[in-house]
């Protein structure tokens, strides 16, 4: 059977587009839905960040256990049951009565999810090696855009339905994501038994050079830990800059959503400039671009300085775990890829967790200014990382 893998590529684009929004646009009611739930008012911000941080860690352990699966059955198995264990576990928080369960279907969600990386090994592997930097960018952009509308759609939904109904909604979603991938996603995959499958050992040792992938997972781990770490402060410090403004939360909202903006405008661009001129080499300047970006943003005085900032950041972003992907893609054996991608998955899950518990305490110490800077170290440590990963490649295509 002739897979066609750009008809794959964009049904695939539009079940991360869904799943994206459907993580995102619980987020801004998530802290009213728990004190609804009776939950205490002085642990309100606790039990919100956990039923966040929860997801992603469930999310992070299990990974490798899908992957293993997916190399045996498919991807495409994978992602209809990542979209369809998601509709359920999702719709279910419209029914629970406390705390408590509210937390089980959090971390139920963590641990069927995983349509994403699926999507993302599945197309690694259908893409032709000098087209898959720009086909991965343009399949994180889908993600990046779910994400970035998923706030507002939130907001909207929950003022207009109430929020128990904003979880039946996002359940009706991801059947309707289910329903797509059934229906449009091909897949050219014979199922291997357990016993013929080469182990994950196997898989690393096919890898001509290990210790360049194990790089790239801290790379991953760096770059989310990066990205989240500014998270738990990042309203507060607009706030601090905005002088007391009237319209400060829509100026917070538009300063959040902006870097998203940016790198949802670059990812397919960055991702065909790595194909052709080599993903280390756009990784690199990303790195680069980011901590340029981010230190700055501790020097600041207004909200739109942090915007400009911001925006540029998002450039350089969108480069970042494209490229990542895309070199993973041109390295790992074919028989091994959703492994090898459910432990950059578990790496990238690992560091949305302790990205805000990072940024937190630098916060708590040094200040609000003071998590710029924090995570600026931890950019510029994944430079050096990523210099000594790729020594002797830069300038050329790997």
């Known amino acids: 059977m002739k897979v066609d893998w ?30 609804q739930l009776g939950a205490p008012t002085n642990k309100v911000e606790f039990y919100a960040g956990l039923a966040i941080s929860v997801t992603a860690l469930a999310s992070g352990v299990v990974s490798p256990l899908w992957g293993n699966l997916a190399d045996r059955r498919g991807r495409k ?3 209809v049951r990542a ?48 087209k898959s930097g720009w086909a991965l960018g343009t399949l ?30 996002t359940g009706a979603i991801l059947l309707i994501n289910t329903i797509l991938t059934v229906v449009f996603i091909k897949e050219d995959f014979e199922p291997v038994q357990k016993k013929d499958l080469i182990s994950t050992k196997e898989v690393f040792e096919k890898i001509e050079k290990p210790s360049l992938l194990f790089g790239l997972f801290l790379t991953t781990l760096i770059l989310q830990l990066g990205i989240t770490s ?17 319209n400060i939360l829509f100026i917070s909202g538009l300063i959040v959503s902006v870097a998203g903006v940016s790198a949802f405008i670059s990812s397919p661009f960055l991702g065909k400039l790595g194909d052709r001129f080599g993903n280390q080499n756009i990784l690199l300047i990303g790195l680069i671009g980011f901590f340029v970006c981010i230190v700055p943003m501790s ?10 900032l911001r925006f540029l950041m998002g ?19 074919k028989d091994g890829v959703s492994r090898i991608f459910s432990y950059n998955q578990m790496s990238l899950n690992f560091g949305q967790v302790l990205g805000p518990l990072v940024g937190s305490t630098i916060a708590s110490l040094y200040g609000y200014r003071g998590v710029f800077i924090g995570t600026g170290l931890f950019i510029f440590v994944n430079i050096i990382v990523t210099l000594i990963n790729f020594r002797g490649t830069f300038g050329k295509k790997i």
């Open 315 to 333: 450039f350089s972003t969108g480069a970042m775990m494209p490229s990542v992907n895309a070199i993973i893609s041109k390295i790992t054996p």
């Open 140 to 169: 994180a952009t889908g993600s990046v855009a779910g994400t970035l509308i998923g706030p507002l759609m939130g907001g909207l939904l929950a003022q207009t339905f109430g929020i128990r109904n904003v979880f039946l909604i």
């Open 230 to 246: 500014i998270s738990p402060i990042l309203t507060l410090y607009i706030q601090e800059l905005g002088s007391g403004r009237d």
């Open 77 to 79: 198995l994978m992602m």
């Open 83 to 130: 979209a369809a264990g998601m509709m359920l576990t999702m719709g279910a928080l419209a029914f629970v009565h406390d705390v408590k369960m509210l937390l089980v279907f959090r971390f139920l969600t963590g641990v069927l999810s995983g349509y994403i990386p699926n999507a993302t090994a599945m197309i690694a592997s259908q893409a032709p090696l000098e």
């Open 299 to 308: 020097l600041v005085q207004t909200p739109f300085q942090l915007g400009v």
């Open 6 to 35: 750009k008809r794959n590529m964009y049904i695939a684009w539009i079940g991360c587009f869904f799943t994206g929004a459907s993580f995102s646009l619980v987020m801004p009611f998530i802290p009213v839905y728990i004190k």
